[in-house]
Each structure stands twice: as C-alpha cells, then as structure tokens.
C-alpha cells in the first residue's frame, strides 16, 4: 500500500540498533550490563510463569512433566514493559520519584509480577511467594492456574489499580490518579491494540484538564509492538510521520525508540525517559513558581520493539518473535512435541536463571539495587491502594439544605438545583479531595450552583466570551468532556487513589459506559477478597434527564435500563436509590458520599418537583429504604384493599394523583401507599444485605391484595426482583416499556400506562369486588384521561395542573376533575 | 494558557473573512447572491421550526401568539450544516456525483429539513407539507411539538440513514454506507462535540480499511463551531497547527475553511469542496485504471463557523452567537418579553422570507435549481432507505454443512468451525454485499475458515511475516478493529444501506456498544412506523467466548448480561438464539441471515461440544424454538416427575449430564427434558411474537412439576421472562451470578450452581418424595462434586471425561461414577 511517505515507510519496519528522538549514552557499560541482566531475569520470570509448574529454575533438564498441562498467559507484551518498569526504576531512585505504573496492554501481567516479585514486594504481600526455589515454584503454578491468580493485574497485584481486562482505559485512570496528586508520575503502557479502542483515543486528549500545578503528571508509553491476537495494529503500520503528527495533533510530544538492539535500547530508553522526567519537572516547575498554569506540550514515548521481543523470530518454520504467534503461549506444542520442549528451554536457558538467581534462587543483592525500596517501589506505591491513604470527606451537614415541606404534596421545589447548593459546598469544603465529572451535562442537570465552588477545568485556550458565564479555570474542580468514557475512567482512577466524587449523566445515555461500571463492579468485588486491600471510596452516579421528561427529545433519549446491568452484579458492591423528592435527594447523596467500595447509582429527575416528606421523615423513609406513607394511606393501619406503590420521582407523583384519583370515587377505599427509595429493598434478604424478609415484606404489600407498583424504569426489572415473594401474582408493575415519541410528558406516560389515569384504571381492573361502581368510575377515568391527552395534543404541553399539582391532603378534591370535564 | 504556539492560538479565535487552504473563487457574483439568498431562506426555515406554529411567512407582524408555547429545537449547528450541504448541491450537478448526506451534530434535524424541504422531497413524501405558506406551517408546527418530528435526523427524515440522537457514530456510519459502493461520495458533518466521543476519535482510522478500487468515498466536514451545550470543545480550542497535525496523524488531508463572512466564505467552501471532489476522483481513478489499491491521504474539510452563525452576536447584554448560548433555542424570551419577541422578528426579517418565498410561498425556480433534482438530491437518495435497494444474499444451502449426528449425544464436534465453513461460503457467494466484522477476534473465535473466501481488509502496511498466515489483503471481506465501536458503526451503516453482514465478539466485551445496539433498535423499530421506510437486513450478532469456558481469563471476561439489555428492546426488533449444538447453530444462522429488520442475538460457545441432533432434529427444533427432546427424557409423553430445562450449549451438556446422574440414582424416574433454543419462546405470546400461549407452556414445563432450568446468562433473566406463567413458583433457575474466579469451567459451574451435580441435586431438593433415597442419592452427588473439583483444582483441567463425556442414550451407564469414585 503506497502512501505518499515512502522513505518513512521503510522505517517503521527496521529493527536493529536502537533509533530514538533523543540521544544520549547515560548508561556506563557495567549499568548497561546490569540491566541486560535484570531484563533477562525478568523475562525468565515471565517465561516461568507462563511455562512451568516444577523445575522453576532449569536445574534440571526439562520435562513435559514440569510443564503445566493446560499453559495459559501471555507473553506477547511482557518484555517492553519490563523494559520500561525497570528503566523508570533508575529514575525514581535518580530523582525519588513518586511513581505508579499502569499497564493497558491486555494480558500484560506477567510484566508486572515479575517486577513485584523481583522488587520483594509480592514475598512480602504472599509470604509463600518467597524469592527462593521453593517459593518460586509457587509463584509460577499460581500464575493462570485454578484457584490462582489471572492474565492481568488483577486487584491481588501489588500496585495495580488497573486490571486491563477490558481494554481502553489505561489513559483515562492514569489522569484520575494524578488529578490533586502534584507529585505524582503514573508511567502508562498503553498497547497498541488498546489504543485503537474509543476510549483510549479520546483519553489523549486529557492533557485539556490536567493543571501543572496542582497536578501531578502521566507519563504515557506507547507500546508499538505491532500486533493483537490475529492482526496487526493500525498504528504500527502507518508512517512514521503520521504517528509523529497524530500525537502532537493531540497535544504531546512523542519521543520516538525503536529497535531490537537490546544494549543500545538500553541506553536509548533511559535517556529518552530520563528527558521525559526532566521536562515534566521543568514544566511543572516553570508552572508552579510563576503560579501560571499553561497547558505544556506534555512529553510521551513512542516504544517500538518487536511483540515478543527476545523471542525466537521463527519456530518450526513460522514467524514467532515480532509476530502475532507471541501474543498468548508463544511456544504451544511443548507437551505433544519434543522439539518445541527443546526449544523452549533453550530459550529459557538463553536468559541465564542458573548465574541470575544464583544458588539461593535469588537475585543478586547488586541487581536488586537497580530497584528502589519501600514505597518508591511501584509495585507498593500506596496509591494503587487508595483505600489506604484516604481522607473522609470534610462534609457540610446535609440536613442544613432541607426544602421546606409545610404540608406534604402541597409544595413543588427544584429537588436537583437544591441539591446542587450542598454539593457545592462538599465541593468548598474539599477543595483538593473532590471532584465532579459530567459529560457536558452539569448545567443542563441543574447542578449549575457548583460552578459558586469550582469551575469547570479548563486548559484549553481562553476566548473573550468565556467571561460571560464560561465558568472554565485551570483551577477547577469540575471536569466536563463530552465522553461519558473519559469521564468514568477519571473518576474511576481519582477514587482508586483514594479520593471522592461523582459523575453526573443523563440516564438515557449512561449506557454508553456499561461496560466501564461492569468492570469497576467486578475491581472492587474482587478487591474484597484480597486481604491488604483497603475500601475505597464509593463510585457516585447520579442520572438525571431521566426517561419520563424526556418526551421532547424523543425515543433515543428514552432508556432507563442501567439498572437492568447494575443489578447484574454482585450484591457486596451495588446499590440503586430512586429518591422521590428533594429532602430524600439530600440524604440519599448524604449516604453515598459517606460510602465505600460501592457503586451507587442514584435517579432523580432535574425537574421542579412536588415535595412530600420534611428533612426528618425523609431521613427516616431513606433509611429504611421502603415505607408506607401513612399521610398518602386511607388504611389507617389496617389491612387494605389495595396498595398503591411507587419507586421513582416522577412515578411517584403519578401513583399519589392516581390515588386521589380513587378516592373522589371511592372515598371509602383503603388504599396503602407503598414507596421505594432503595431499590434494592424489593428483593429477598438472602440475595442481597439490603433485602426485606418475607416477613416485612407482606407486613408492606400484603400477601394477597392487588399491588399497582409504578416504576420509573422497565417494568419487569420489579418481577426480576420480587418473583420469589408472596403474592408476587398480584404484583402489577409499570414502567417504560420502549413506547415513546415526540410527546408531552402526559403522552408519554398515557402509551406507557405509567400514567395517573391508567394506573387508577389499572386499579379498578384488579378490584373485581366494585363491581357497576368501578366500571362506571373507570369510563370517567378514561373520559378524563382521553380529555387530558387531547389537551395536552393540542398545545403541546401537559394541563397545567398536571405539572403544578399539588396532593390534596385535607381530603378529595374535585381539581382534578373540573380542570378536564 | 499559553501554548507554544502564540500565533497559531490567535488565528483560531479571529472570525471575519475567509481563510481557507484551498485558494479560488469559483462562483460568479450572480452566484454568490444565489447561494446567499437560498443560505438565508435554509436559515429563514430553521428558525421558523423552532419558533412558529402560526404566521410561517411572518406576513403580519410577530405576535406571542404565533410562537409556540413551548419551543424545543437546536439552532447551533444549523448554519454550518446547511451551508455545507448546499454547497455540495454545486457539485453534485457539476459532476453528477452519488451523494449522501450525515449529520452528525446532535439535534442537527433543522438543517436536514431545511434542504429536504427546500428540494422538494418533504412534500413529496409527506403530501401535507406543502411549499406554500399552508403546508409551511405544518412543516413548521410539527418539529419537536407532540405528535410531530425530533430534532434529530430521525427515521421520519428523508435522507437519512443516521439519527444522531446518541452522538459518536456518524464517521462509522458513513464509512459502512461506501464499502462496495464505489460510486457514492458519503458527505459526513462531525460536531466538535461529538469529535469528544471515544467512538468518534477512534474512527477517524477508518480510511485503514477502504480500498478505493472497490468502494466510495467519505469527505468528512468537522464542524467546528465551538461549543456543546455548555462548554467550548476541545478541537476548537488548541491551536491550529495541533488540529492540523491531528488529522494528518489520522492520514486524512485536512482543508481548512474559516470566517463567518458570508460572501468570502461561500467562495472558500465552494472551492474547496470541489477541491476536494476532485481529489477523491483522482485518487479513485490512479487506484481504479492501474488495479493497484492505495491508501490516500483522503480530504477531509474544517469548517470554522461560529456556533449560531449568523444569530444576533449579542441578546440582552450576553454572547449569543458564537457562544454557547446559540446551541438550543437562541432566544428565549420571546413569549414573555416583547424586546425578546421584537429581537426575533427583526432577526428572521432580516432572512427576507418576504422576497425569498415570494407570494406563493415557495422559494423561485431559479433558486430550486441550485439543488439536484429526482434521487441525486441527498434527501432522496435511495441508499438512505436501504430497504429498497437491499438485494437478497445468495445463501447456500445450510443443510449441506450438516454435522453428522450418528447418535444423539455421542459425538463431539467443533459447532462452530463448522459454521465457519457455511459463513465462508455465503462470503463466497455474495462477494460485494456481505461483510463479516469483529474486534480481533475472528481467528479466535474459530471463524478463521472464512479467510478462504475472504482476507481481512488491510490498506496499512505489508510487512513480510504477513505472508506467514496474516491472512490480509485490500480485497478482503472481514473486517477487524481492536474497537467494537468501530465494527459496530460500519456494520450498521452497512446494513441501513441494504447490505448484509455478521458481527461476532467475545460474549464479555459486547457491553461496550450496549448503547449503539439500543440505539439501532430504536431506528428499526421507529422505521416500522414510516410508511416509506423498506425492511433493511437484520443486524447478526454472534457471542462466543462465552462466560461458563472464561474460567481463565477469569472476573473481567465473566458477564453474560448483554441478553437483558436486549430483552428490554421493543420486541418487534429483538431476537435471541441460544442453539445448544452445531446443526442448530447452522439452522439458526441461516434464518438470521435471510431475516430482515431485526437485532438477532445468537450466543454459541466456540470450542467442541457434544452434538444432539441431525439436521433434520435441529431444523424442526429450531422452527418450534422450543421443545421437549423425547431422546434425553424418561416420561414416555406422560406427566413427569421433573422437568429438566436448559438454554445454552454448555447449559445443555450439563443439565443433559444431570439427568445421566439423576438416573444412575432414580432409573424409574420420570424425567423430561425441555431445551429452549428461542429466549423469546419463554415469553407470554402477548408480549413478543415467538412467545409461547399459557397452554402450550403448560404442555411443555407442566403447572406443577419442579423444574431445573439450567440458564447460560444471569438467572433472574428467565425469571423475568416467566413470572407470569401457571407454575412460575416451581421453576428454579441457575445460571452466572458474578462468582468467578482463576478456575477449571467446572469450578466456574460449581462456584455458579450450574454444574451437572448441582442441578442434579437441587433437582432432589425439589422432590421431598424421593425420602431417604433422595438423600443418600444426594450424598453422593455431593461426594462426586468434591472429586471431580478437587481433581479439577490440582491438575488445572477438569476431568476429562466432564469435556468429552458422552450422552450414554443406551441407558444408565456408570461411566461417570466410574470416573471419579
């Protein structure tokens, strides 16, 4: 394939003696010699790991039987990240470094552990592990082995905060570590398989909102080893010139190395990142001393060495070393075929385990010294375990901002920009441990009142107008890109490390980051299970632009079924709140932000609402997840005829009117009103802590009166929840059901029949015993509600009581009727 | 924040007179004037949707009543768009080129409106909106008001075949519409806020895939307008000479247009559009006369405007236009202030609607003929409605690629090697109308049998080892990028189009594009509603590398969940498959492929699996969807003792296995055995169309009768699917539950319940009347688990027999005790 750049073409296909931006020979040849040796010993280690399950260190001839009998692992990426670990490990002994490292390319771990075991931080951490023979051994077997540890850095990986199962967010957590940590380095691998995912080519640009002065720096690595499982990678076929252009397009000044010539890769690699250091260093002191933040041309390394670079170029016949075949188990026939035994342990053999790990199966105390020690070591960096070093939040006292509430129902207040008021002065009081993220949303989410704490970051540059309510600085705390992926990976990255905040979203679009929380569930699930983990603290979702007020924009804005993945996952890290108004808004956010180790997911319309409980008995209805609201109740106690239950704002408001609704013709009804706030209440108490027994849940919903449940997302996540309880048959849920259209809200409840009307209808179908009454009752519900739609047709808008509708507390009350009929 | 590049960051903020890379001025004065006028009458339009339901013409003065109550619609990105579009019209009569148009802003549905109405089309497809002051207010009254239009490019749009509603997907989009169309020229507006999104910045390397020999052409316009909803963007504010590099990393040719004087502009834009033709049918031709396929470095235009352009720089003291202000509705006093209201009126007078569309409303024949007329005009090109230009695939007979079945359950084959080998020949067969895409993952899916009819499309670089297996050519038909996003994009651009194509991926990683498959949903199932709007080819989607055989790769690649974001999907557009052997998967393909209009999700596992039914077995199983198999059960068509049901092949083997052990206990034992194949089968007929009636569930899995329904995704999902049914309480459904580890596929089952001694002992637990004899049975089933894990837990692998075991149909065989007691 021709491009116009022939000459750099050719370039990108040479191996050899190590080509490289910067120039330079800062090694001695004894360092260059020492870090051939640390290199091999690692590369032995990896190797190892993949390979072997006795016979660690080759005393004796290799057997099949010393084999594992289904090898796993990969190598593929494992030798340029050593390459880069150890390299950077002079540095931070040269210049004590605050360093964390992140390896993006899949099924990087053997890089990693090597690295922590040859730094003594894995013996420490496992004392079995240790640097012996015998501890070896084991160190080996458990590597992809049942029962052991996975393929990536997984959360039992000592200074891992990336696992890099899925792949695309290496860039994007690395940012959200350094973010408020001013010292800090994170040094990021970035696979060249990787980097062709969105996320990941989006997250370059992260270098807008990264402020020199209070933050610390990503030094990122591009690993060009030029191949995935099965196929090259796009950007190691393209010319170097575009390579060069792509990354100064996106803001960085790459620092070309490339080369197979292990001794003068050596020195390449270390002035290379040797001048990456510096010039971080320059520039955040240039920024720090005159207090002028900028926005520097952020240097990054383009490393080009072959995929499974020290391996065989070719075995029996075919291209293995540079190729794709050394992406996984580069040798696979070592227990059917001979030769390919033989060829492994003369690969194997080639990194020297005999002199490296000596008799005592350990390194040399002298090639040790190329590490660093104690926490300067990356492997124990307390970063990656921010649990750790976290601080609790400095929090304002939430019961400060309640809304008023004279009388409930009576009153309609903005629940979200109150909100807004207390999550700006979290925002004051934490100035360097919090942070907000949204994708371009903030202000359209009502939440405005945070830019009166912290603007928006911003580093890019500044036009006149930006004055007239841009509300940007380089000293923001919000953070606004419009990619709901870099966003999450920041914030993942930010509460890895230790620190607190949120993201706030529209609800239809939130799925566009599944993914990302699925793998942030499973982190934190697993990270339970490893012992010298710390809890973090808690990712916050907060979804607005919720589906039911998404009538305008039409069918794509319409999808409330997150919750759908959420409640996927392991109960020890989900929760789901769905507070119906602005009181139990601020005490549900109260407890989030006060949490740990959970993904909590909170819905809640950014529309003015009508209020219903005051600070008090919200504090109570929230803490207890699920009540009866005995003021919206006419069954005094008593077993009812009907429960009217609810879980969402606006659903909420739908079940009271339709409740009153009832009453004008039943007055005598027993209704019970039922509402949820902790969706997770819903299901039984063995399968998640929040769950209510069966015994509290009939004391709620009756073993076998009808239950109207309006729900503010599918209706059959409720029957996924509640199959198992009592009368689960007479469960009749409501909730989106893909039915939209450009609407009026009314509208679009009426085709979903999560409207008042259809709701008390609903009810009446259920309550045989009304008998004529009930028929005719819902012939002038029905008339009502067609009324209603036509008005609302015509217009364009809801009647207005629909949206200005206050509960009528003192009794029934006809409103509702003469505003249609 | 200062760059480097001082100069370079001014230039970007100064608007005024054109500056643009390419030179020219291609347009006569008389021309200018033209394009002026028919720019002010798109513009004239625009805002007259957003605010007017009365008064179209503004023939009397503007009063509140005119307005609409509530006015919903994006200005923003209208200018720009239209402008773009228009001046494409030059070009598409000057060359005759095949057009299609994308908008890719967000709420973009003004400008496409704007130019389908002023060419004509909107009236011919929608007879009511005529080109009179009448039909304009139809036109006008309905756009985002109840009942009408969005404000996206909705299904509703003629011309379009990309919402936009969810952004980042427009680049991918028209890249699918011109593979193996070499003649279309697919003109593609990016927002610069879209160009944030992950999906976006990655598909820029789409031109890595495009042979210019074979298929068209994208000319992409980043729209650089400045602002989202709230924010600048980032593209608009580094500087020039970063953007510049950007693009050119990227391999694209970036022209640059900037200025918002009208006049200077119109000349810039038209020469450098044509330039840019131009350049695209030079590059096609060198490639097309010489049969040498190269890759370019393609056009691509940036178009400078600000955001707004052409709105009141200043409203009430505050930025307007060029701000962010301008993205929605620009002013928004107008009902409640009358200056607001003056300001408006004497804005869109300044469009001169009075001269433009004269007395009889409609803009003069001089103007109409600056578009293309009959389907040249981008609004009316039939690539848009796919449907209509879909031709059928040239299926081969799936029969023919039978797995040989000499004994129900005796075998063990390669399910889906063999499919691979059917997928390879309707490759064969329809060699410019099908594209298989994945992310990396083909060979490892065991697909690789399609590279003998088709190579993987490469346009980057050769290197030699390609030669060694690489399997790449600029001819090839599977296409495969580290970026589901990506293959996703092209494929649905692919199919809206009329083509056919296949998506496979692991089963974990296929949350990424949870949103964008929603997203399509909501296309197809909305087109239903539109008259006009063909069927277009259903979009395939193959999950293997499923969850129950990741034991290896452990936590991260565990999540079968993609099946309940699917589940909640209109069911007029959803279906999902789970065939449980290799006959099945071929019968279930074959009906995706030839289906139309439906998301088909087909979960099957790629590694060997014990086969159950000959072709003729599979195809009336799968026709049914469900069905009891009277070869694994002991009931003899009476009321059994049990119902044993599965849904996935490994689900399958192991409750088939679980019947083995059951009747090693309890040979007497009434057992039937029930296999879903269609999810939707589960389902109550009233709410999908493959849902099984109340009776024929009941003939199936009985209304009293214990039933052990072995899931392969989250349980709770059949849970959902059967709440409703007689019998509901007696089902007891085990599939993943997020317990996962670094395991054997039988610790993973164990971990999960899912394992044949698990479900064979809950099958005791649910038979009381087995007495004694079901607890001794059930000591030693838990006996065999500890085994045959422990066995599993010190080899690595489970026992041998658990992968090549056998259906023993000849009756109870010990085979299994035997194994392990």
Chains 1, 2 share one sequence.
């Not at 032995?44 to 057997?63: A, D, H, T, V």
């Not at 990122?220 to 792509?246: C, D, F, M, Q, W």
């Not at 339709?658 to 108490?685: G, S």
């Not at 209603?788 to 009647?799: I, L, M």
Request: proline share 6%.
């Amino acid at each position: 394939m021709a491009d116009t750049h022939k000459a750099e073409i050719e370039e990108i296909k040479a191996f050899g003696k190590a080509r490289s931006t910067v120039k330079g020979e800062p090694l001695s040849k004894e360092e260059v010699e020492k870090y051939n040796d640390f290199f091999k010993a690692s590369l032995y280690l990896s190797l190892g790991m993949i390979y072997l399950k006795q016979n660690p260190l080759l005393r004796e001839p290799l057997k099949v039987e010393h084999i594992k009998g289904r090898q796993l692992g990969h190598f593929g990426s494992a030798p340029g990240q050593i390459f880069t670990y150890m390299h950077f490990n002079r540095l931070i002994k040269k210049y004590d470094i605050d360093a964390l490292f992140v390896s993006g390319p899949g099924h990087g771990a053997p890089a990693v552990l090597s690295q922590a075991y040859l730094e003594g931080v894995y013996s420490e951490v496992y004392p079995e592990k240790t640097e012996d023979p015998k501890g070896m051994q084991v160190f080996f077997k458990d590597f992809s082995f049942p029962g052991g540890i996975g393929s990536h850095a997984t959360p039992e990986t000592p200074g891992s905060l990336h696992e890099g199962g899925e792949l695309g967010y290496s860039i994007s957590h690395a940012f959200g570590t350094v973010f408020d940590n001013p010292e800090l380095i994170t040094l990021t691998m970035v696979g060249d398989g990787e980097a062709e995912t969105g996320p990941l080519a989006t997250a370059w640009h992260s270098t807008k909102f990264l402020n020199p002065i209070c933050d610390g720096a990503v030094l990122p690595v591009l690993h060009l080893n030029g191949y995935k499982i099965n196929n090259p990678t796009v950007l190691a076929r393209i010319s170097h010139k575009e390579l060069e252009n792509l990354f100064l397009g996106y803001g960085w000044q790459p620092y070309f190395v490339e080369g197979d010539d292990v001794d003068t890769m050596h020195q390449a690699m270390a002035a290379t990142l040797e001048h990456c250091v510096l010039e971080i260093r320059k520039y955040q002191k240039q920024a720090r001393d005159s207090g002028k933040p900028f926005r520097p041309r952020w240097p990054m390394i383009v490393l080009r060495t072959p995929k499974g670079w020290t391996a065989p170029r070719k075995v029996n016949g075919h291209y293995l070393g540079g190729f794709w075949r050394a992406h996984q188990v580069p040798i696979t026939g070592t227990t059917t075929n001979p030769a390919d035994l033989k060829t492994l342990e003369e690969w194997m053999r080639g990194y020297e385990p005999e002199r490296l790990f000596g008799e005592e199966g350990h390194i040399s105390a002298e090639l040790k010294a190329l590490c660093p020690t104690g926490n300067r070591r990356m492997s124990a960096n307390p970063v990656a375990n921010g649990g750790t070093i976290s601080k609790p939040l400095n929090m304002p006292d939430f019961r400060d901002y309640a809304i008023k509430v004279p009388k409930a129902g009576a009153t309609v207040d903005a629940s979200m920009s109150n909100f807004a008021t207390f999550l700006r002065d979290i925002i004051k009081n934490n100035p360097t441990n919090f942070r907000l993220m949204g994708p371009d949303e903030t202000e359209s989410n009502k939440l405005g009142a945070v830019y009166e704490a912290g603007k928006k970051v911003w580093m890019g540059e500044y036009f006149e107008e930006d004055e007239d309510g841009g509300n940007l600085s380089p000293f923001g705390r919000v953070m606004e890109i419009l990619s709901e992926h870099t966003c999450e990976g920041w914030l993942e990255g930010y509460l890895l490390s230790g620190r607190h905040g949120m993201l706030n979203s529209y609800e239809p679009f939130i799925h566009v980051i599944d993914s990302m929380v699925n793998q942030h569930c499973k982190w934190i699930e697993k990270c339970l299970e490893v012992e010298w983990r710390a809890k973090v603290p808690s990712l916050n979702i907060l979804l607005t632009a919720v589906v039911w007020r998404q009538d305008h924009n039409g069918f794509t804005h319409q999808d409330p079924g997150f919750l759908d993945v959420i409640c996927n996952k392991s109960p020890e890290v989900v929760r789901i709140y769905l507070p119906p108004d602005g009181n139990c808004l601020l005490s549900v956010m109260d407890h989030c932000f006060r949490s740990q180790n959970y993904v909590n997911v909170v819905v809640a319309d950014k529309q003015p609402h009508i209020q219903y409980l005051t600070m008090e008995e919200a504090i109570e209805h929230c803490t207890k997840g699920i009540g009866i609201w005995p003021q919206f109740s006419t069954d005094a106690g008593e077993e009812p005829d009907l429960v009217m239950a609810s879980c969402g704002d606006v659903s909420t408001s739908e079940s009271l009117a339709a409740i009153d609704l009832l009453l004008q013709h039943f007055p005598d009804m027993k209704i019970r009103c039922v509402n949820v706030v902790d969706l997770f209440k819903l299901i039984h108490h063995t399968d998640h802590p929040h769950g209510l027994t069966d015994a509290e849940w009939t004391a709620l919903f009756t073993a076998n009166k009808p239950v109207i449940f309006n729900f503010h997302s599918y209706p059959w996540l409720v029957h996924r929840l509640t199959y198992k309880r009592p009368g689960s048959a007479n469960i009749h849920v409501r909730g989106y059901k893909e039915k939209g259209n450009i609407d009026t809200p009314l509208e679009l409840a009426i085709r979903n029949q999560t409207d008042r009307f259809s709701l008390a209808m609903d009810a009446i179908d259920r309550m045989p015993q009304l008998g004529n009454r009930g028929a005719a009752a819902r012939d002038a519900l029905k008339s009502q509600q067609v009324a209603a739609a036509a008005y609302s047709f015509e217009h364009g808008v809801d009647p207005q009581f629909l949206s200005d509708w206050a509960w009528p507390q003192d009794g029934v009350k006809a409103k509702l009727q003469k505003a249609i009929s």
